[in-house]
Nanobody
Framework: VQLVESGGGLVQPGGSLRLSCVAS????????MRWYRQAPGKERELVAAISSVGDSTAYADSVKGRFTISRDNAKDTVYLQMNSLKPEDTAVYYC??????????WGQGTQVTVSS
């Protein structure tokens, strides 16, 4: 199982970034996909989740209306579109896959820094 995130970087407040996570080594269409983030000194928190077929999504209150999670099962890829970014969105963002029987798998993370 491998999850590889990309798309992080430095952005000014109010800006946008699109994170991608490419999966391999398992049946991507059978997994619930999630994005988590962890800021320095804080616990890892769930940001957004999407069902295996993409018909259901959920978001943390702090990102509702600004972030959008989506997936392309033909490309084994999940995305996180982040708009109207705030300094408090600064964190390492992790891709997570959950599968029945197998549980959680994690990517290595990608740094997002929102600063002027």
């Amino acid at each position: 199982v491998q999850l590889v995130e990309s798309g992080g970087g430095l952005v000014q407040p109010g800006g946008s970034l699109r994170l991608s996570c490419v999966a391999s080594g398992f049946t991507f269409s059978g997994a619930v996909m999630r994005w988590y983030r962890q800021a320095p000194g804080k616990e890892r928190e769930l940001v957004a989740a999407i069902s295996s077929v993409g018909d259901s999504t959920a978001y943390a209150d702090s990102v509702k209306g600004r972030f959008t999670i989506s997936r392309d099962n033909a490309k084994d890829t999940v995305y996180l579109q982040m708009n109207s970014l705030k300094p408090e969105d600064t964190a390492v963002y992790y891709c997570n896959a959950w599968r029945p029987r197998w549980g959680n798998s994690w990517g290595q993370g990608t740094q997002v820094t929102v600063s002027s």
